[in-house]
């Protein structure tokens, strides 16, 4: 109860608690969210993003990442140890790739025989040969590559950045999913989701045939002056019930949909009607070809809107089509066929248009596969099993340096070994690529800051940037 006791006291409150605790402070204004452009934190490279995901697991030790070790012991009991997702269905036998690679481009890069597209424009990407999540589940991965967690609820990256950058386009989503006519990949709109931003950010899903949006446009009784005043008597009704009920980010939301749905009847509709492409440019997508034209209509309708001023595509492929845990020696070039030649169609397209200096391209899945076989039951029946550990993907455009490898998996490809790159690292780069320093741009909830990458472990990797 002595002057020591009063010092303390009066030292302790002369020097924050903050530096352990953070003091949370009460907002004073309620907090407005929108489209419009915001500022960003340093000059970005890319100004819009499409990223074909490969929902499955795509074998990079058969398309991107030659092992001939692989080879030296197909049939041969693996030297080491196997982290396994199936145990039932598991074997210790080295699969050899049944595909031949060769190099590619003016920078020589290796690509097997099943991705000739690639090869294309191989000079124009960079493959990333270390990614890794590290769970050994669709799930969890998919949860990881597109949120930065593994666990569910949180924004997907289309989420953070339409709410950091805001959208260039008044008449179009800034964020736009695009599902396969297969069906809604694993999670279904989990990967497409605002999480708890405000649901101005979440993903519109465009449907994979005709009519591409539902009721776009109004039955013909309803349409010009009638449906005119008609929705002007709604944001009337709509304005004076947010009045009622300030700060209700729902609610704001579904106001902003509905005056978004008015404006895409004629936007919408022109950027998805793909009669004025050439037949050469559709021929570049494999819109020719019926083994790759949905695909390739889909990549197309993604440089559309990306013109347009999108700020996001997802491209989607279906539930588990990359999932190849048997008979891969038909099932993988036949989904190879599908994707390579639109994928490739895709960066040729907006290079030849001036628009992959500022359009991020991206091009993977959420894991690889194992160097072991799974169901050996002869030859016709073996595929491989989940790999999280070490796996490829390739990106393109947007300030990065083309006709570039980087990072390495192991002698066998089961592990990142060399430049690992993990899901945190990936999206640290993106948002640089996009002006943003991903530790700053944050949300608050529950008091508590919350990001897209870990904080605790993230970096840029400075080396692919141009």
């Known amino acids: 109860m002595g002057i020591g006791s009063v010092a303390l006291s009066w030292l302790l409150n002369q020097e924050p608690l903050s530096a352990k605790t953070p003091v949370v402070r009460p907002e004073l204004e309620q907090k407005h969210f929108d489209l419009s452009l915001k500022p960003t934190h340093h000059p970005p490279k890319a100004k819009a993003m499409i990223s074909m995901f490969m929902q499955g697991g795509p074998s990079h030790l058969d398309m991107f990442d030659p092992k001939p070790m692989l080879q030296k012991y197909d049939g041969k009991k693996f030297p080491g140890d196997i982290k396994y997702d199936n145990a039932a269905q598991a074997s210790s036998t080295v699969l050899g790739c049944p595909w031949k690679f060769s190099k590619h481009g003016e920078c020589g890069t290796e690509l097997s025989e099943l991705v000739p597209g690639l090869g294309e424009v191989v000079d124009d990407i960079v493959l990333m040969r270390s990614m890794h999540t590290s769970v050994n589940n669709h799930g969890q991965s998919i949860y990881a590559m597109h949120s930065g967690r593994i666990l569910p609820g949180r924004p997907t990256l289309g989420s953070w950045l339409t709410y950091g950058l805001g959208s260039e386009s008044e008449n179009l989503p800034a964020y736009i999913a695009m599902v396969d006519p297969g069906g809604a990949p694993v999670l279904g709109v989990d990967n497409w989701t605002n999480g708890w931003l405000p649901s101005l950010y979440q993903g519109t899903v465009i449907r994979p045939k005709e009519p591409r949006i539902l009721n776009l446009n109004a039955p013909p009784h309803l349409s010009g002056k009638a449906q005119e005043k008609y929705l002007d008597f709604l944001g009337t009704l709509n304005q ?157 455009g947007g300030g990065l340096k083309g006709g570039m490898t980087y990072g390495a998996t192991d002698e066998f490809g089961h592990h990142a070994v060399v430049d690992k790159v993990s899901p945190s690292d990936y999206h640290a ?34 080396e692919i940037i141009a």
């Open 429 to 462: 780069t993106l948002m640089h690529l996009f002006g943003i320093d991903a530790e700053r741009l944050t949300f608050t909830r529950n008091g508590a800051e919350q990001s897209l990458i870990d904080k605790q472990v993230n970096r840029v990797v400075h």
């Open 240 to 396: 004076q019930h947010l009045n009622q009920h300030p700060g209700e980010n729902d609610l704001s939301a579904r106001i902003a949909s509905y005056e978004l749905a008015a404006k895409m009847q004629t936007a919408a509709t022109e950027a998805l009607d793909l009669s004025k492409e050439t037949k050469a440019t559709q021929a570049m997508y494999g819109i020719d070809v019926p083994a790759s034209a949905e695909f390739g209509k889909r990549c197309l309708i993604s440089r559309r809107l990306i013109e347009r001023g999108v700020r996001f595509v997802q491209i989607m492929t279906g539930n588990q089509h990359w999932d190849h845990h048997t008979s891969m020696r038909t099932s993988l070039p036949s989904t190879c066929k599908r994707v390579d030649v639109p994928s490739a169609g895709l960066v040729k397209d907006l290079k030849q248009r001036g628009l992959l200096d500022e359009t991020l391209v991206h091009w993977g899945g959420e894991m690889g596969r194992l160097p072991v076989i799974q169901n050996d039951a002869g030859i016709a029946k073996q595929g491989r099993d989940h790999n999280t550990y070490g796996f490829s993907m390739w990106l393109a």
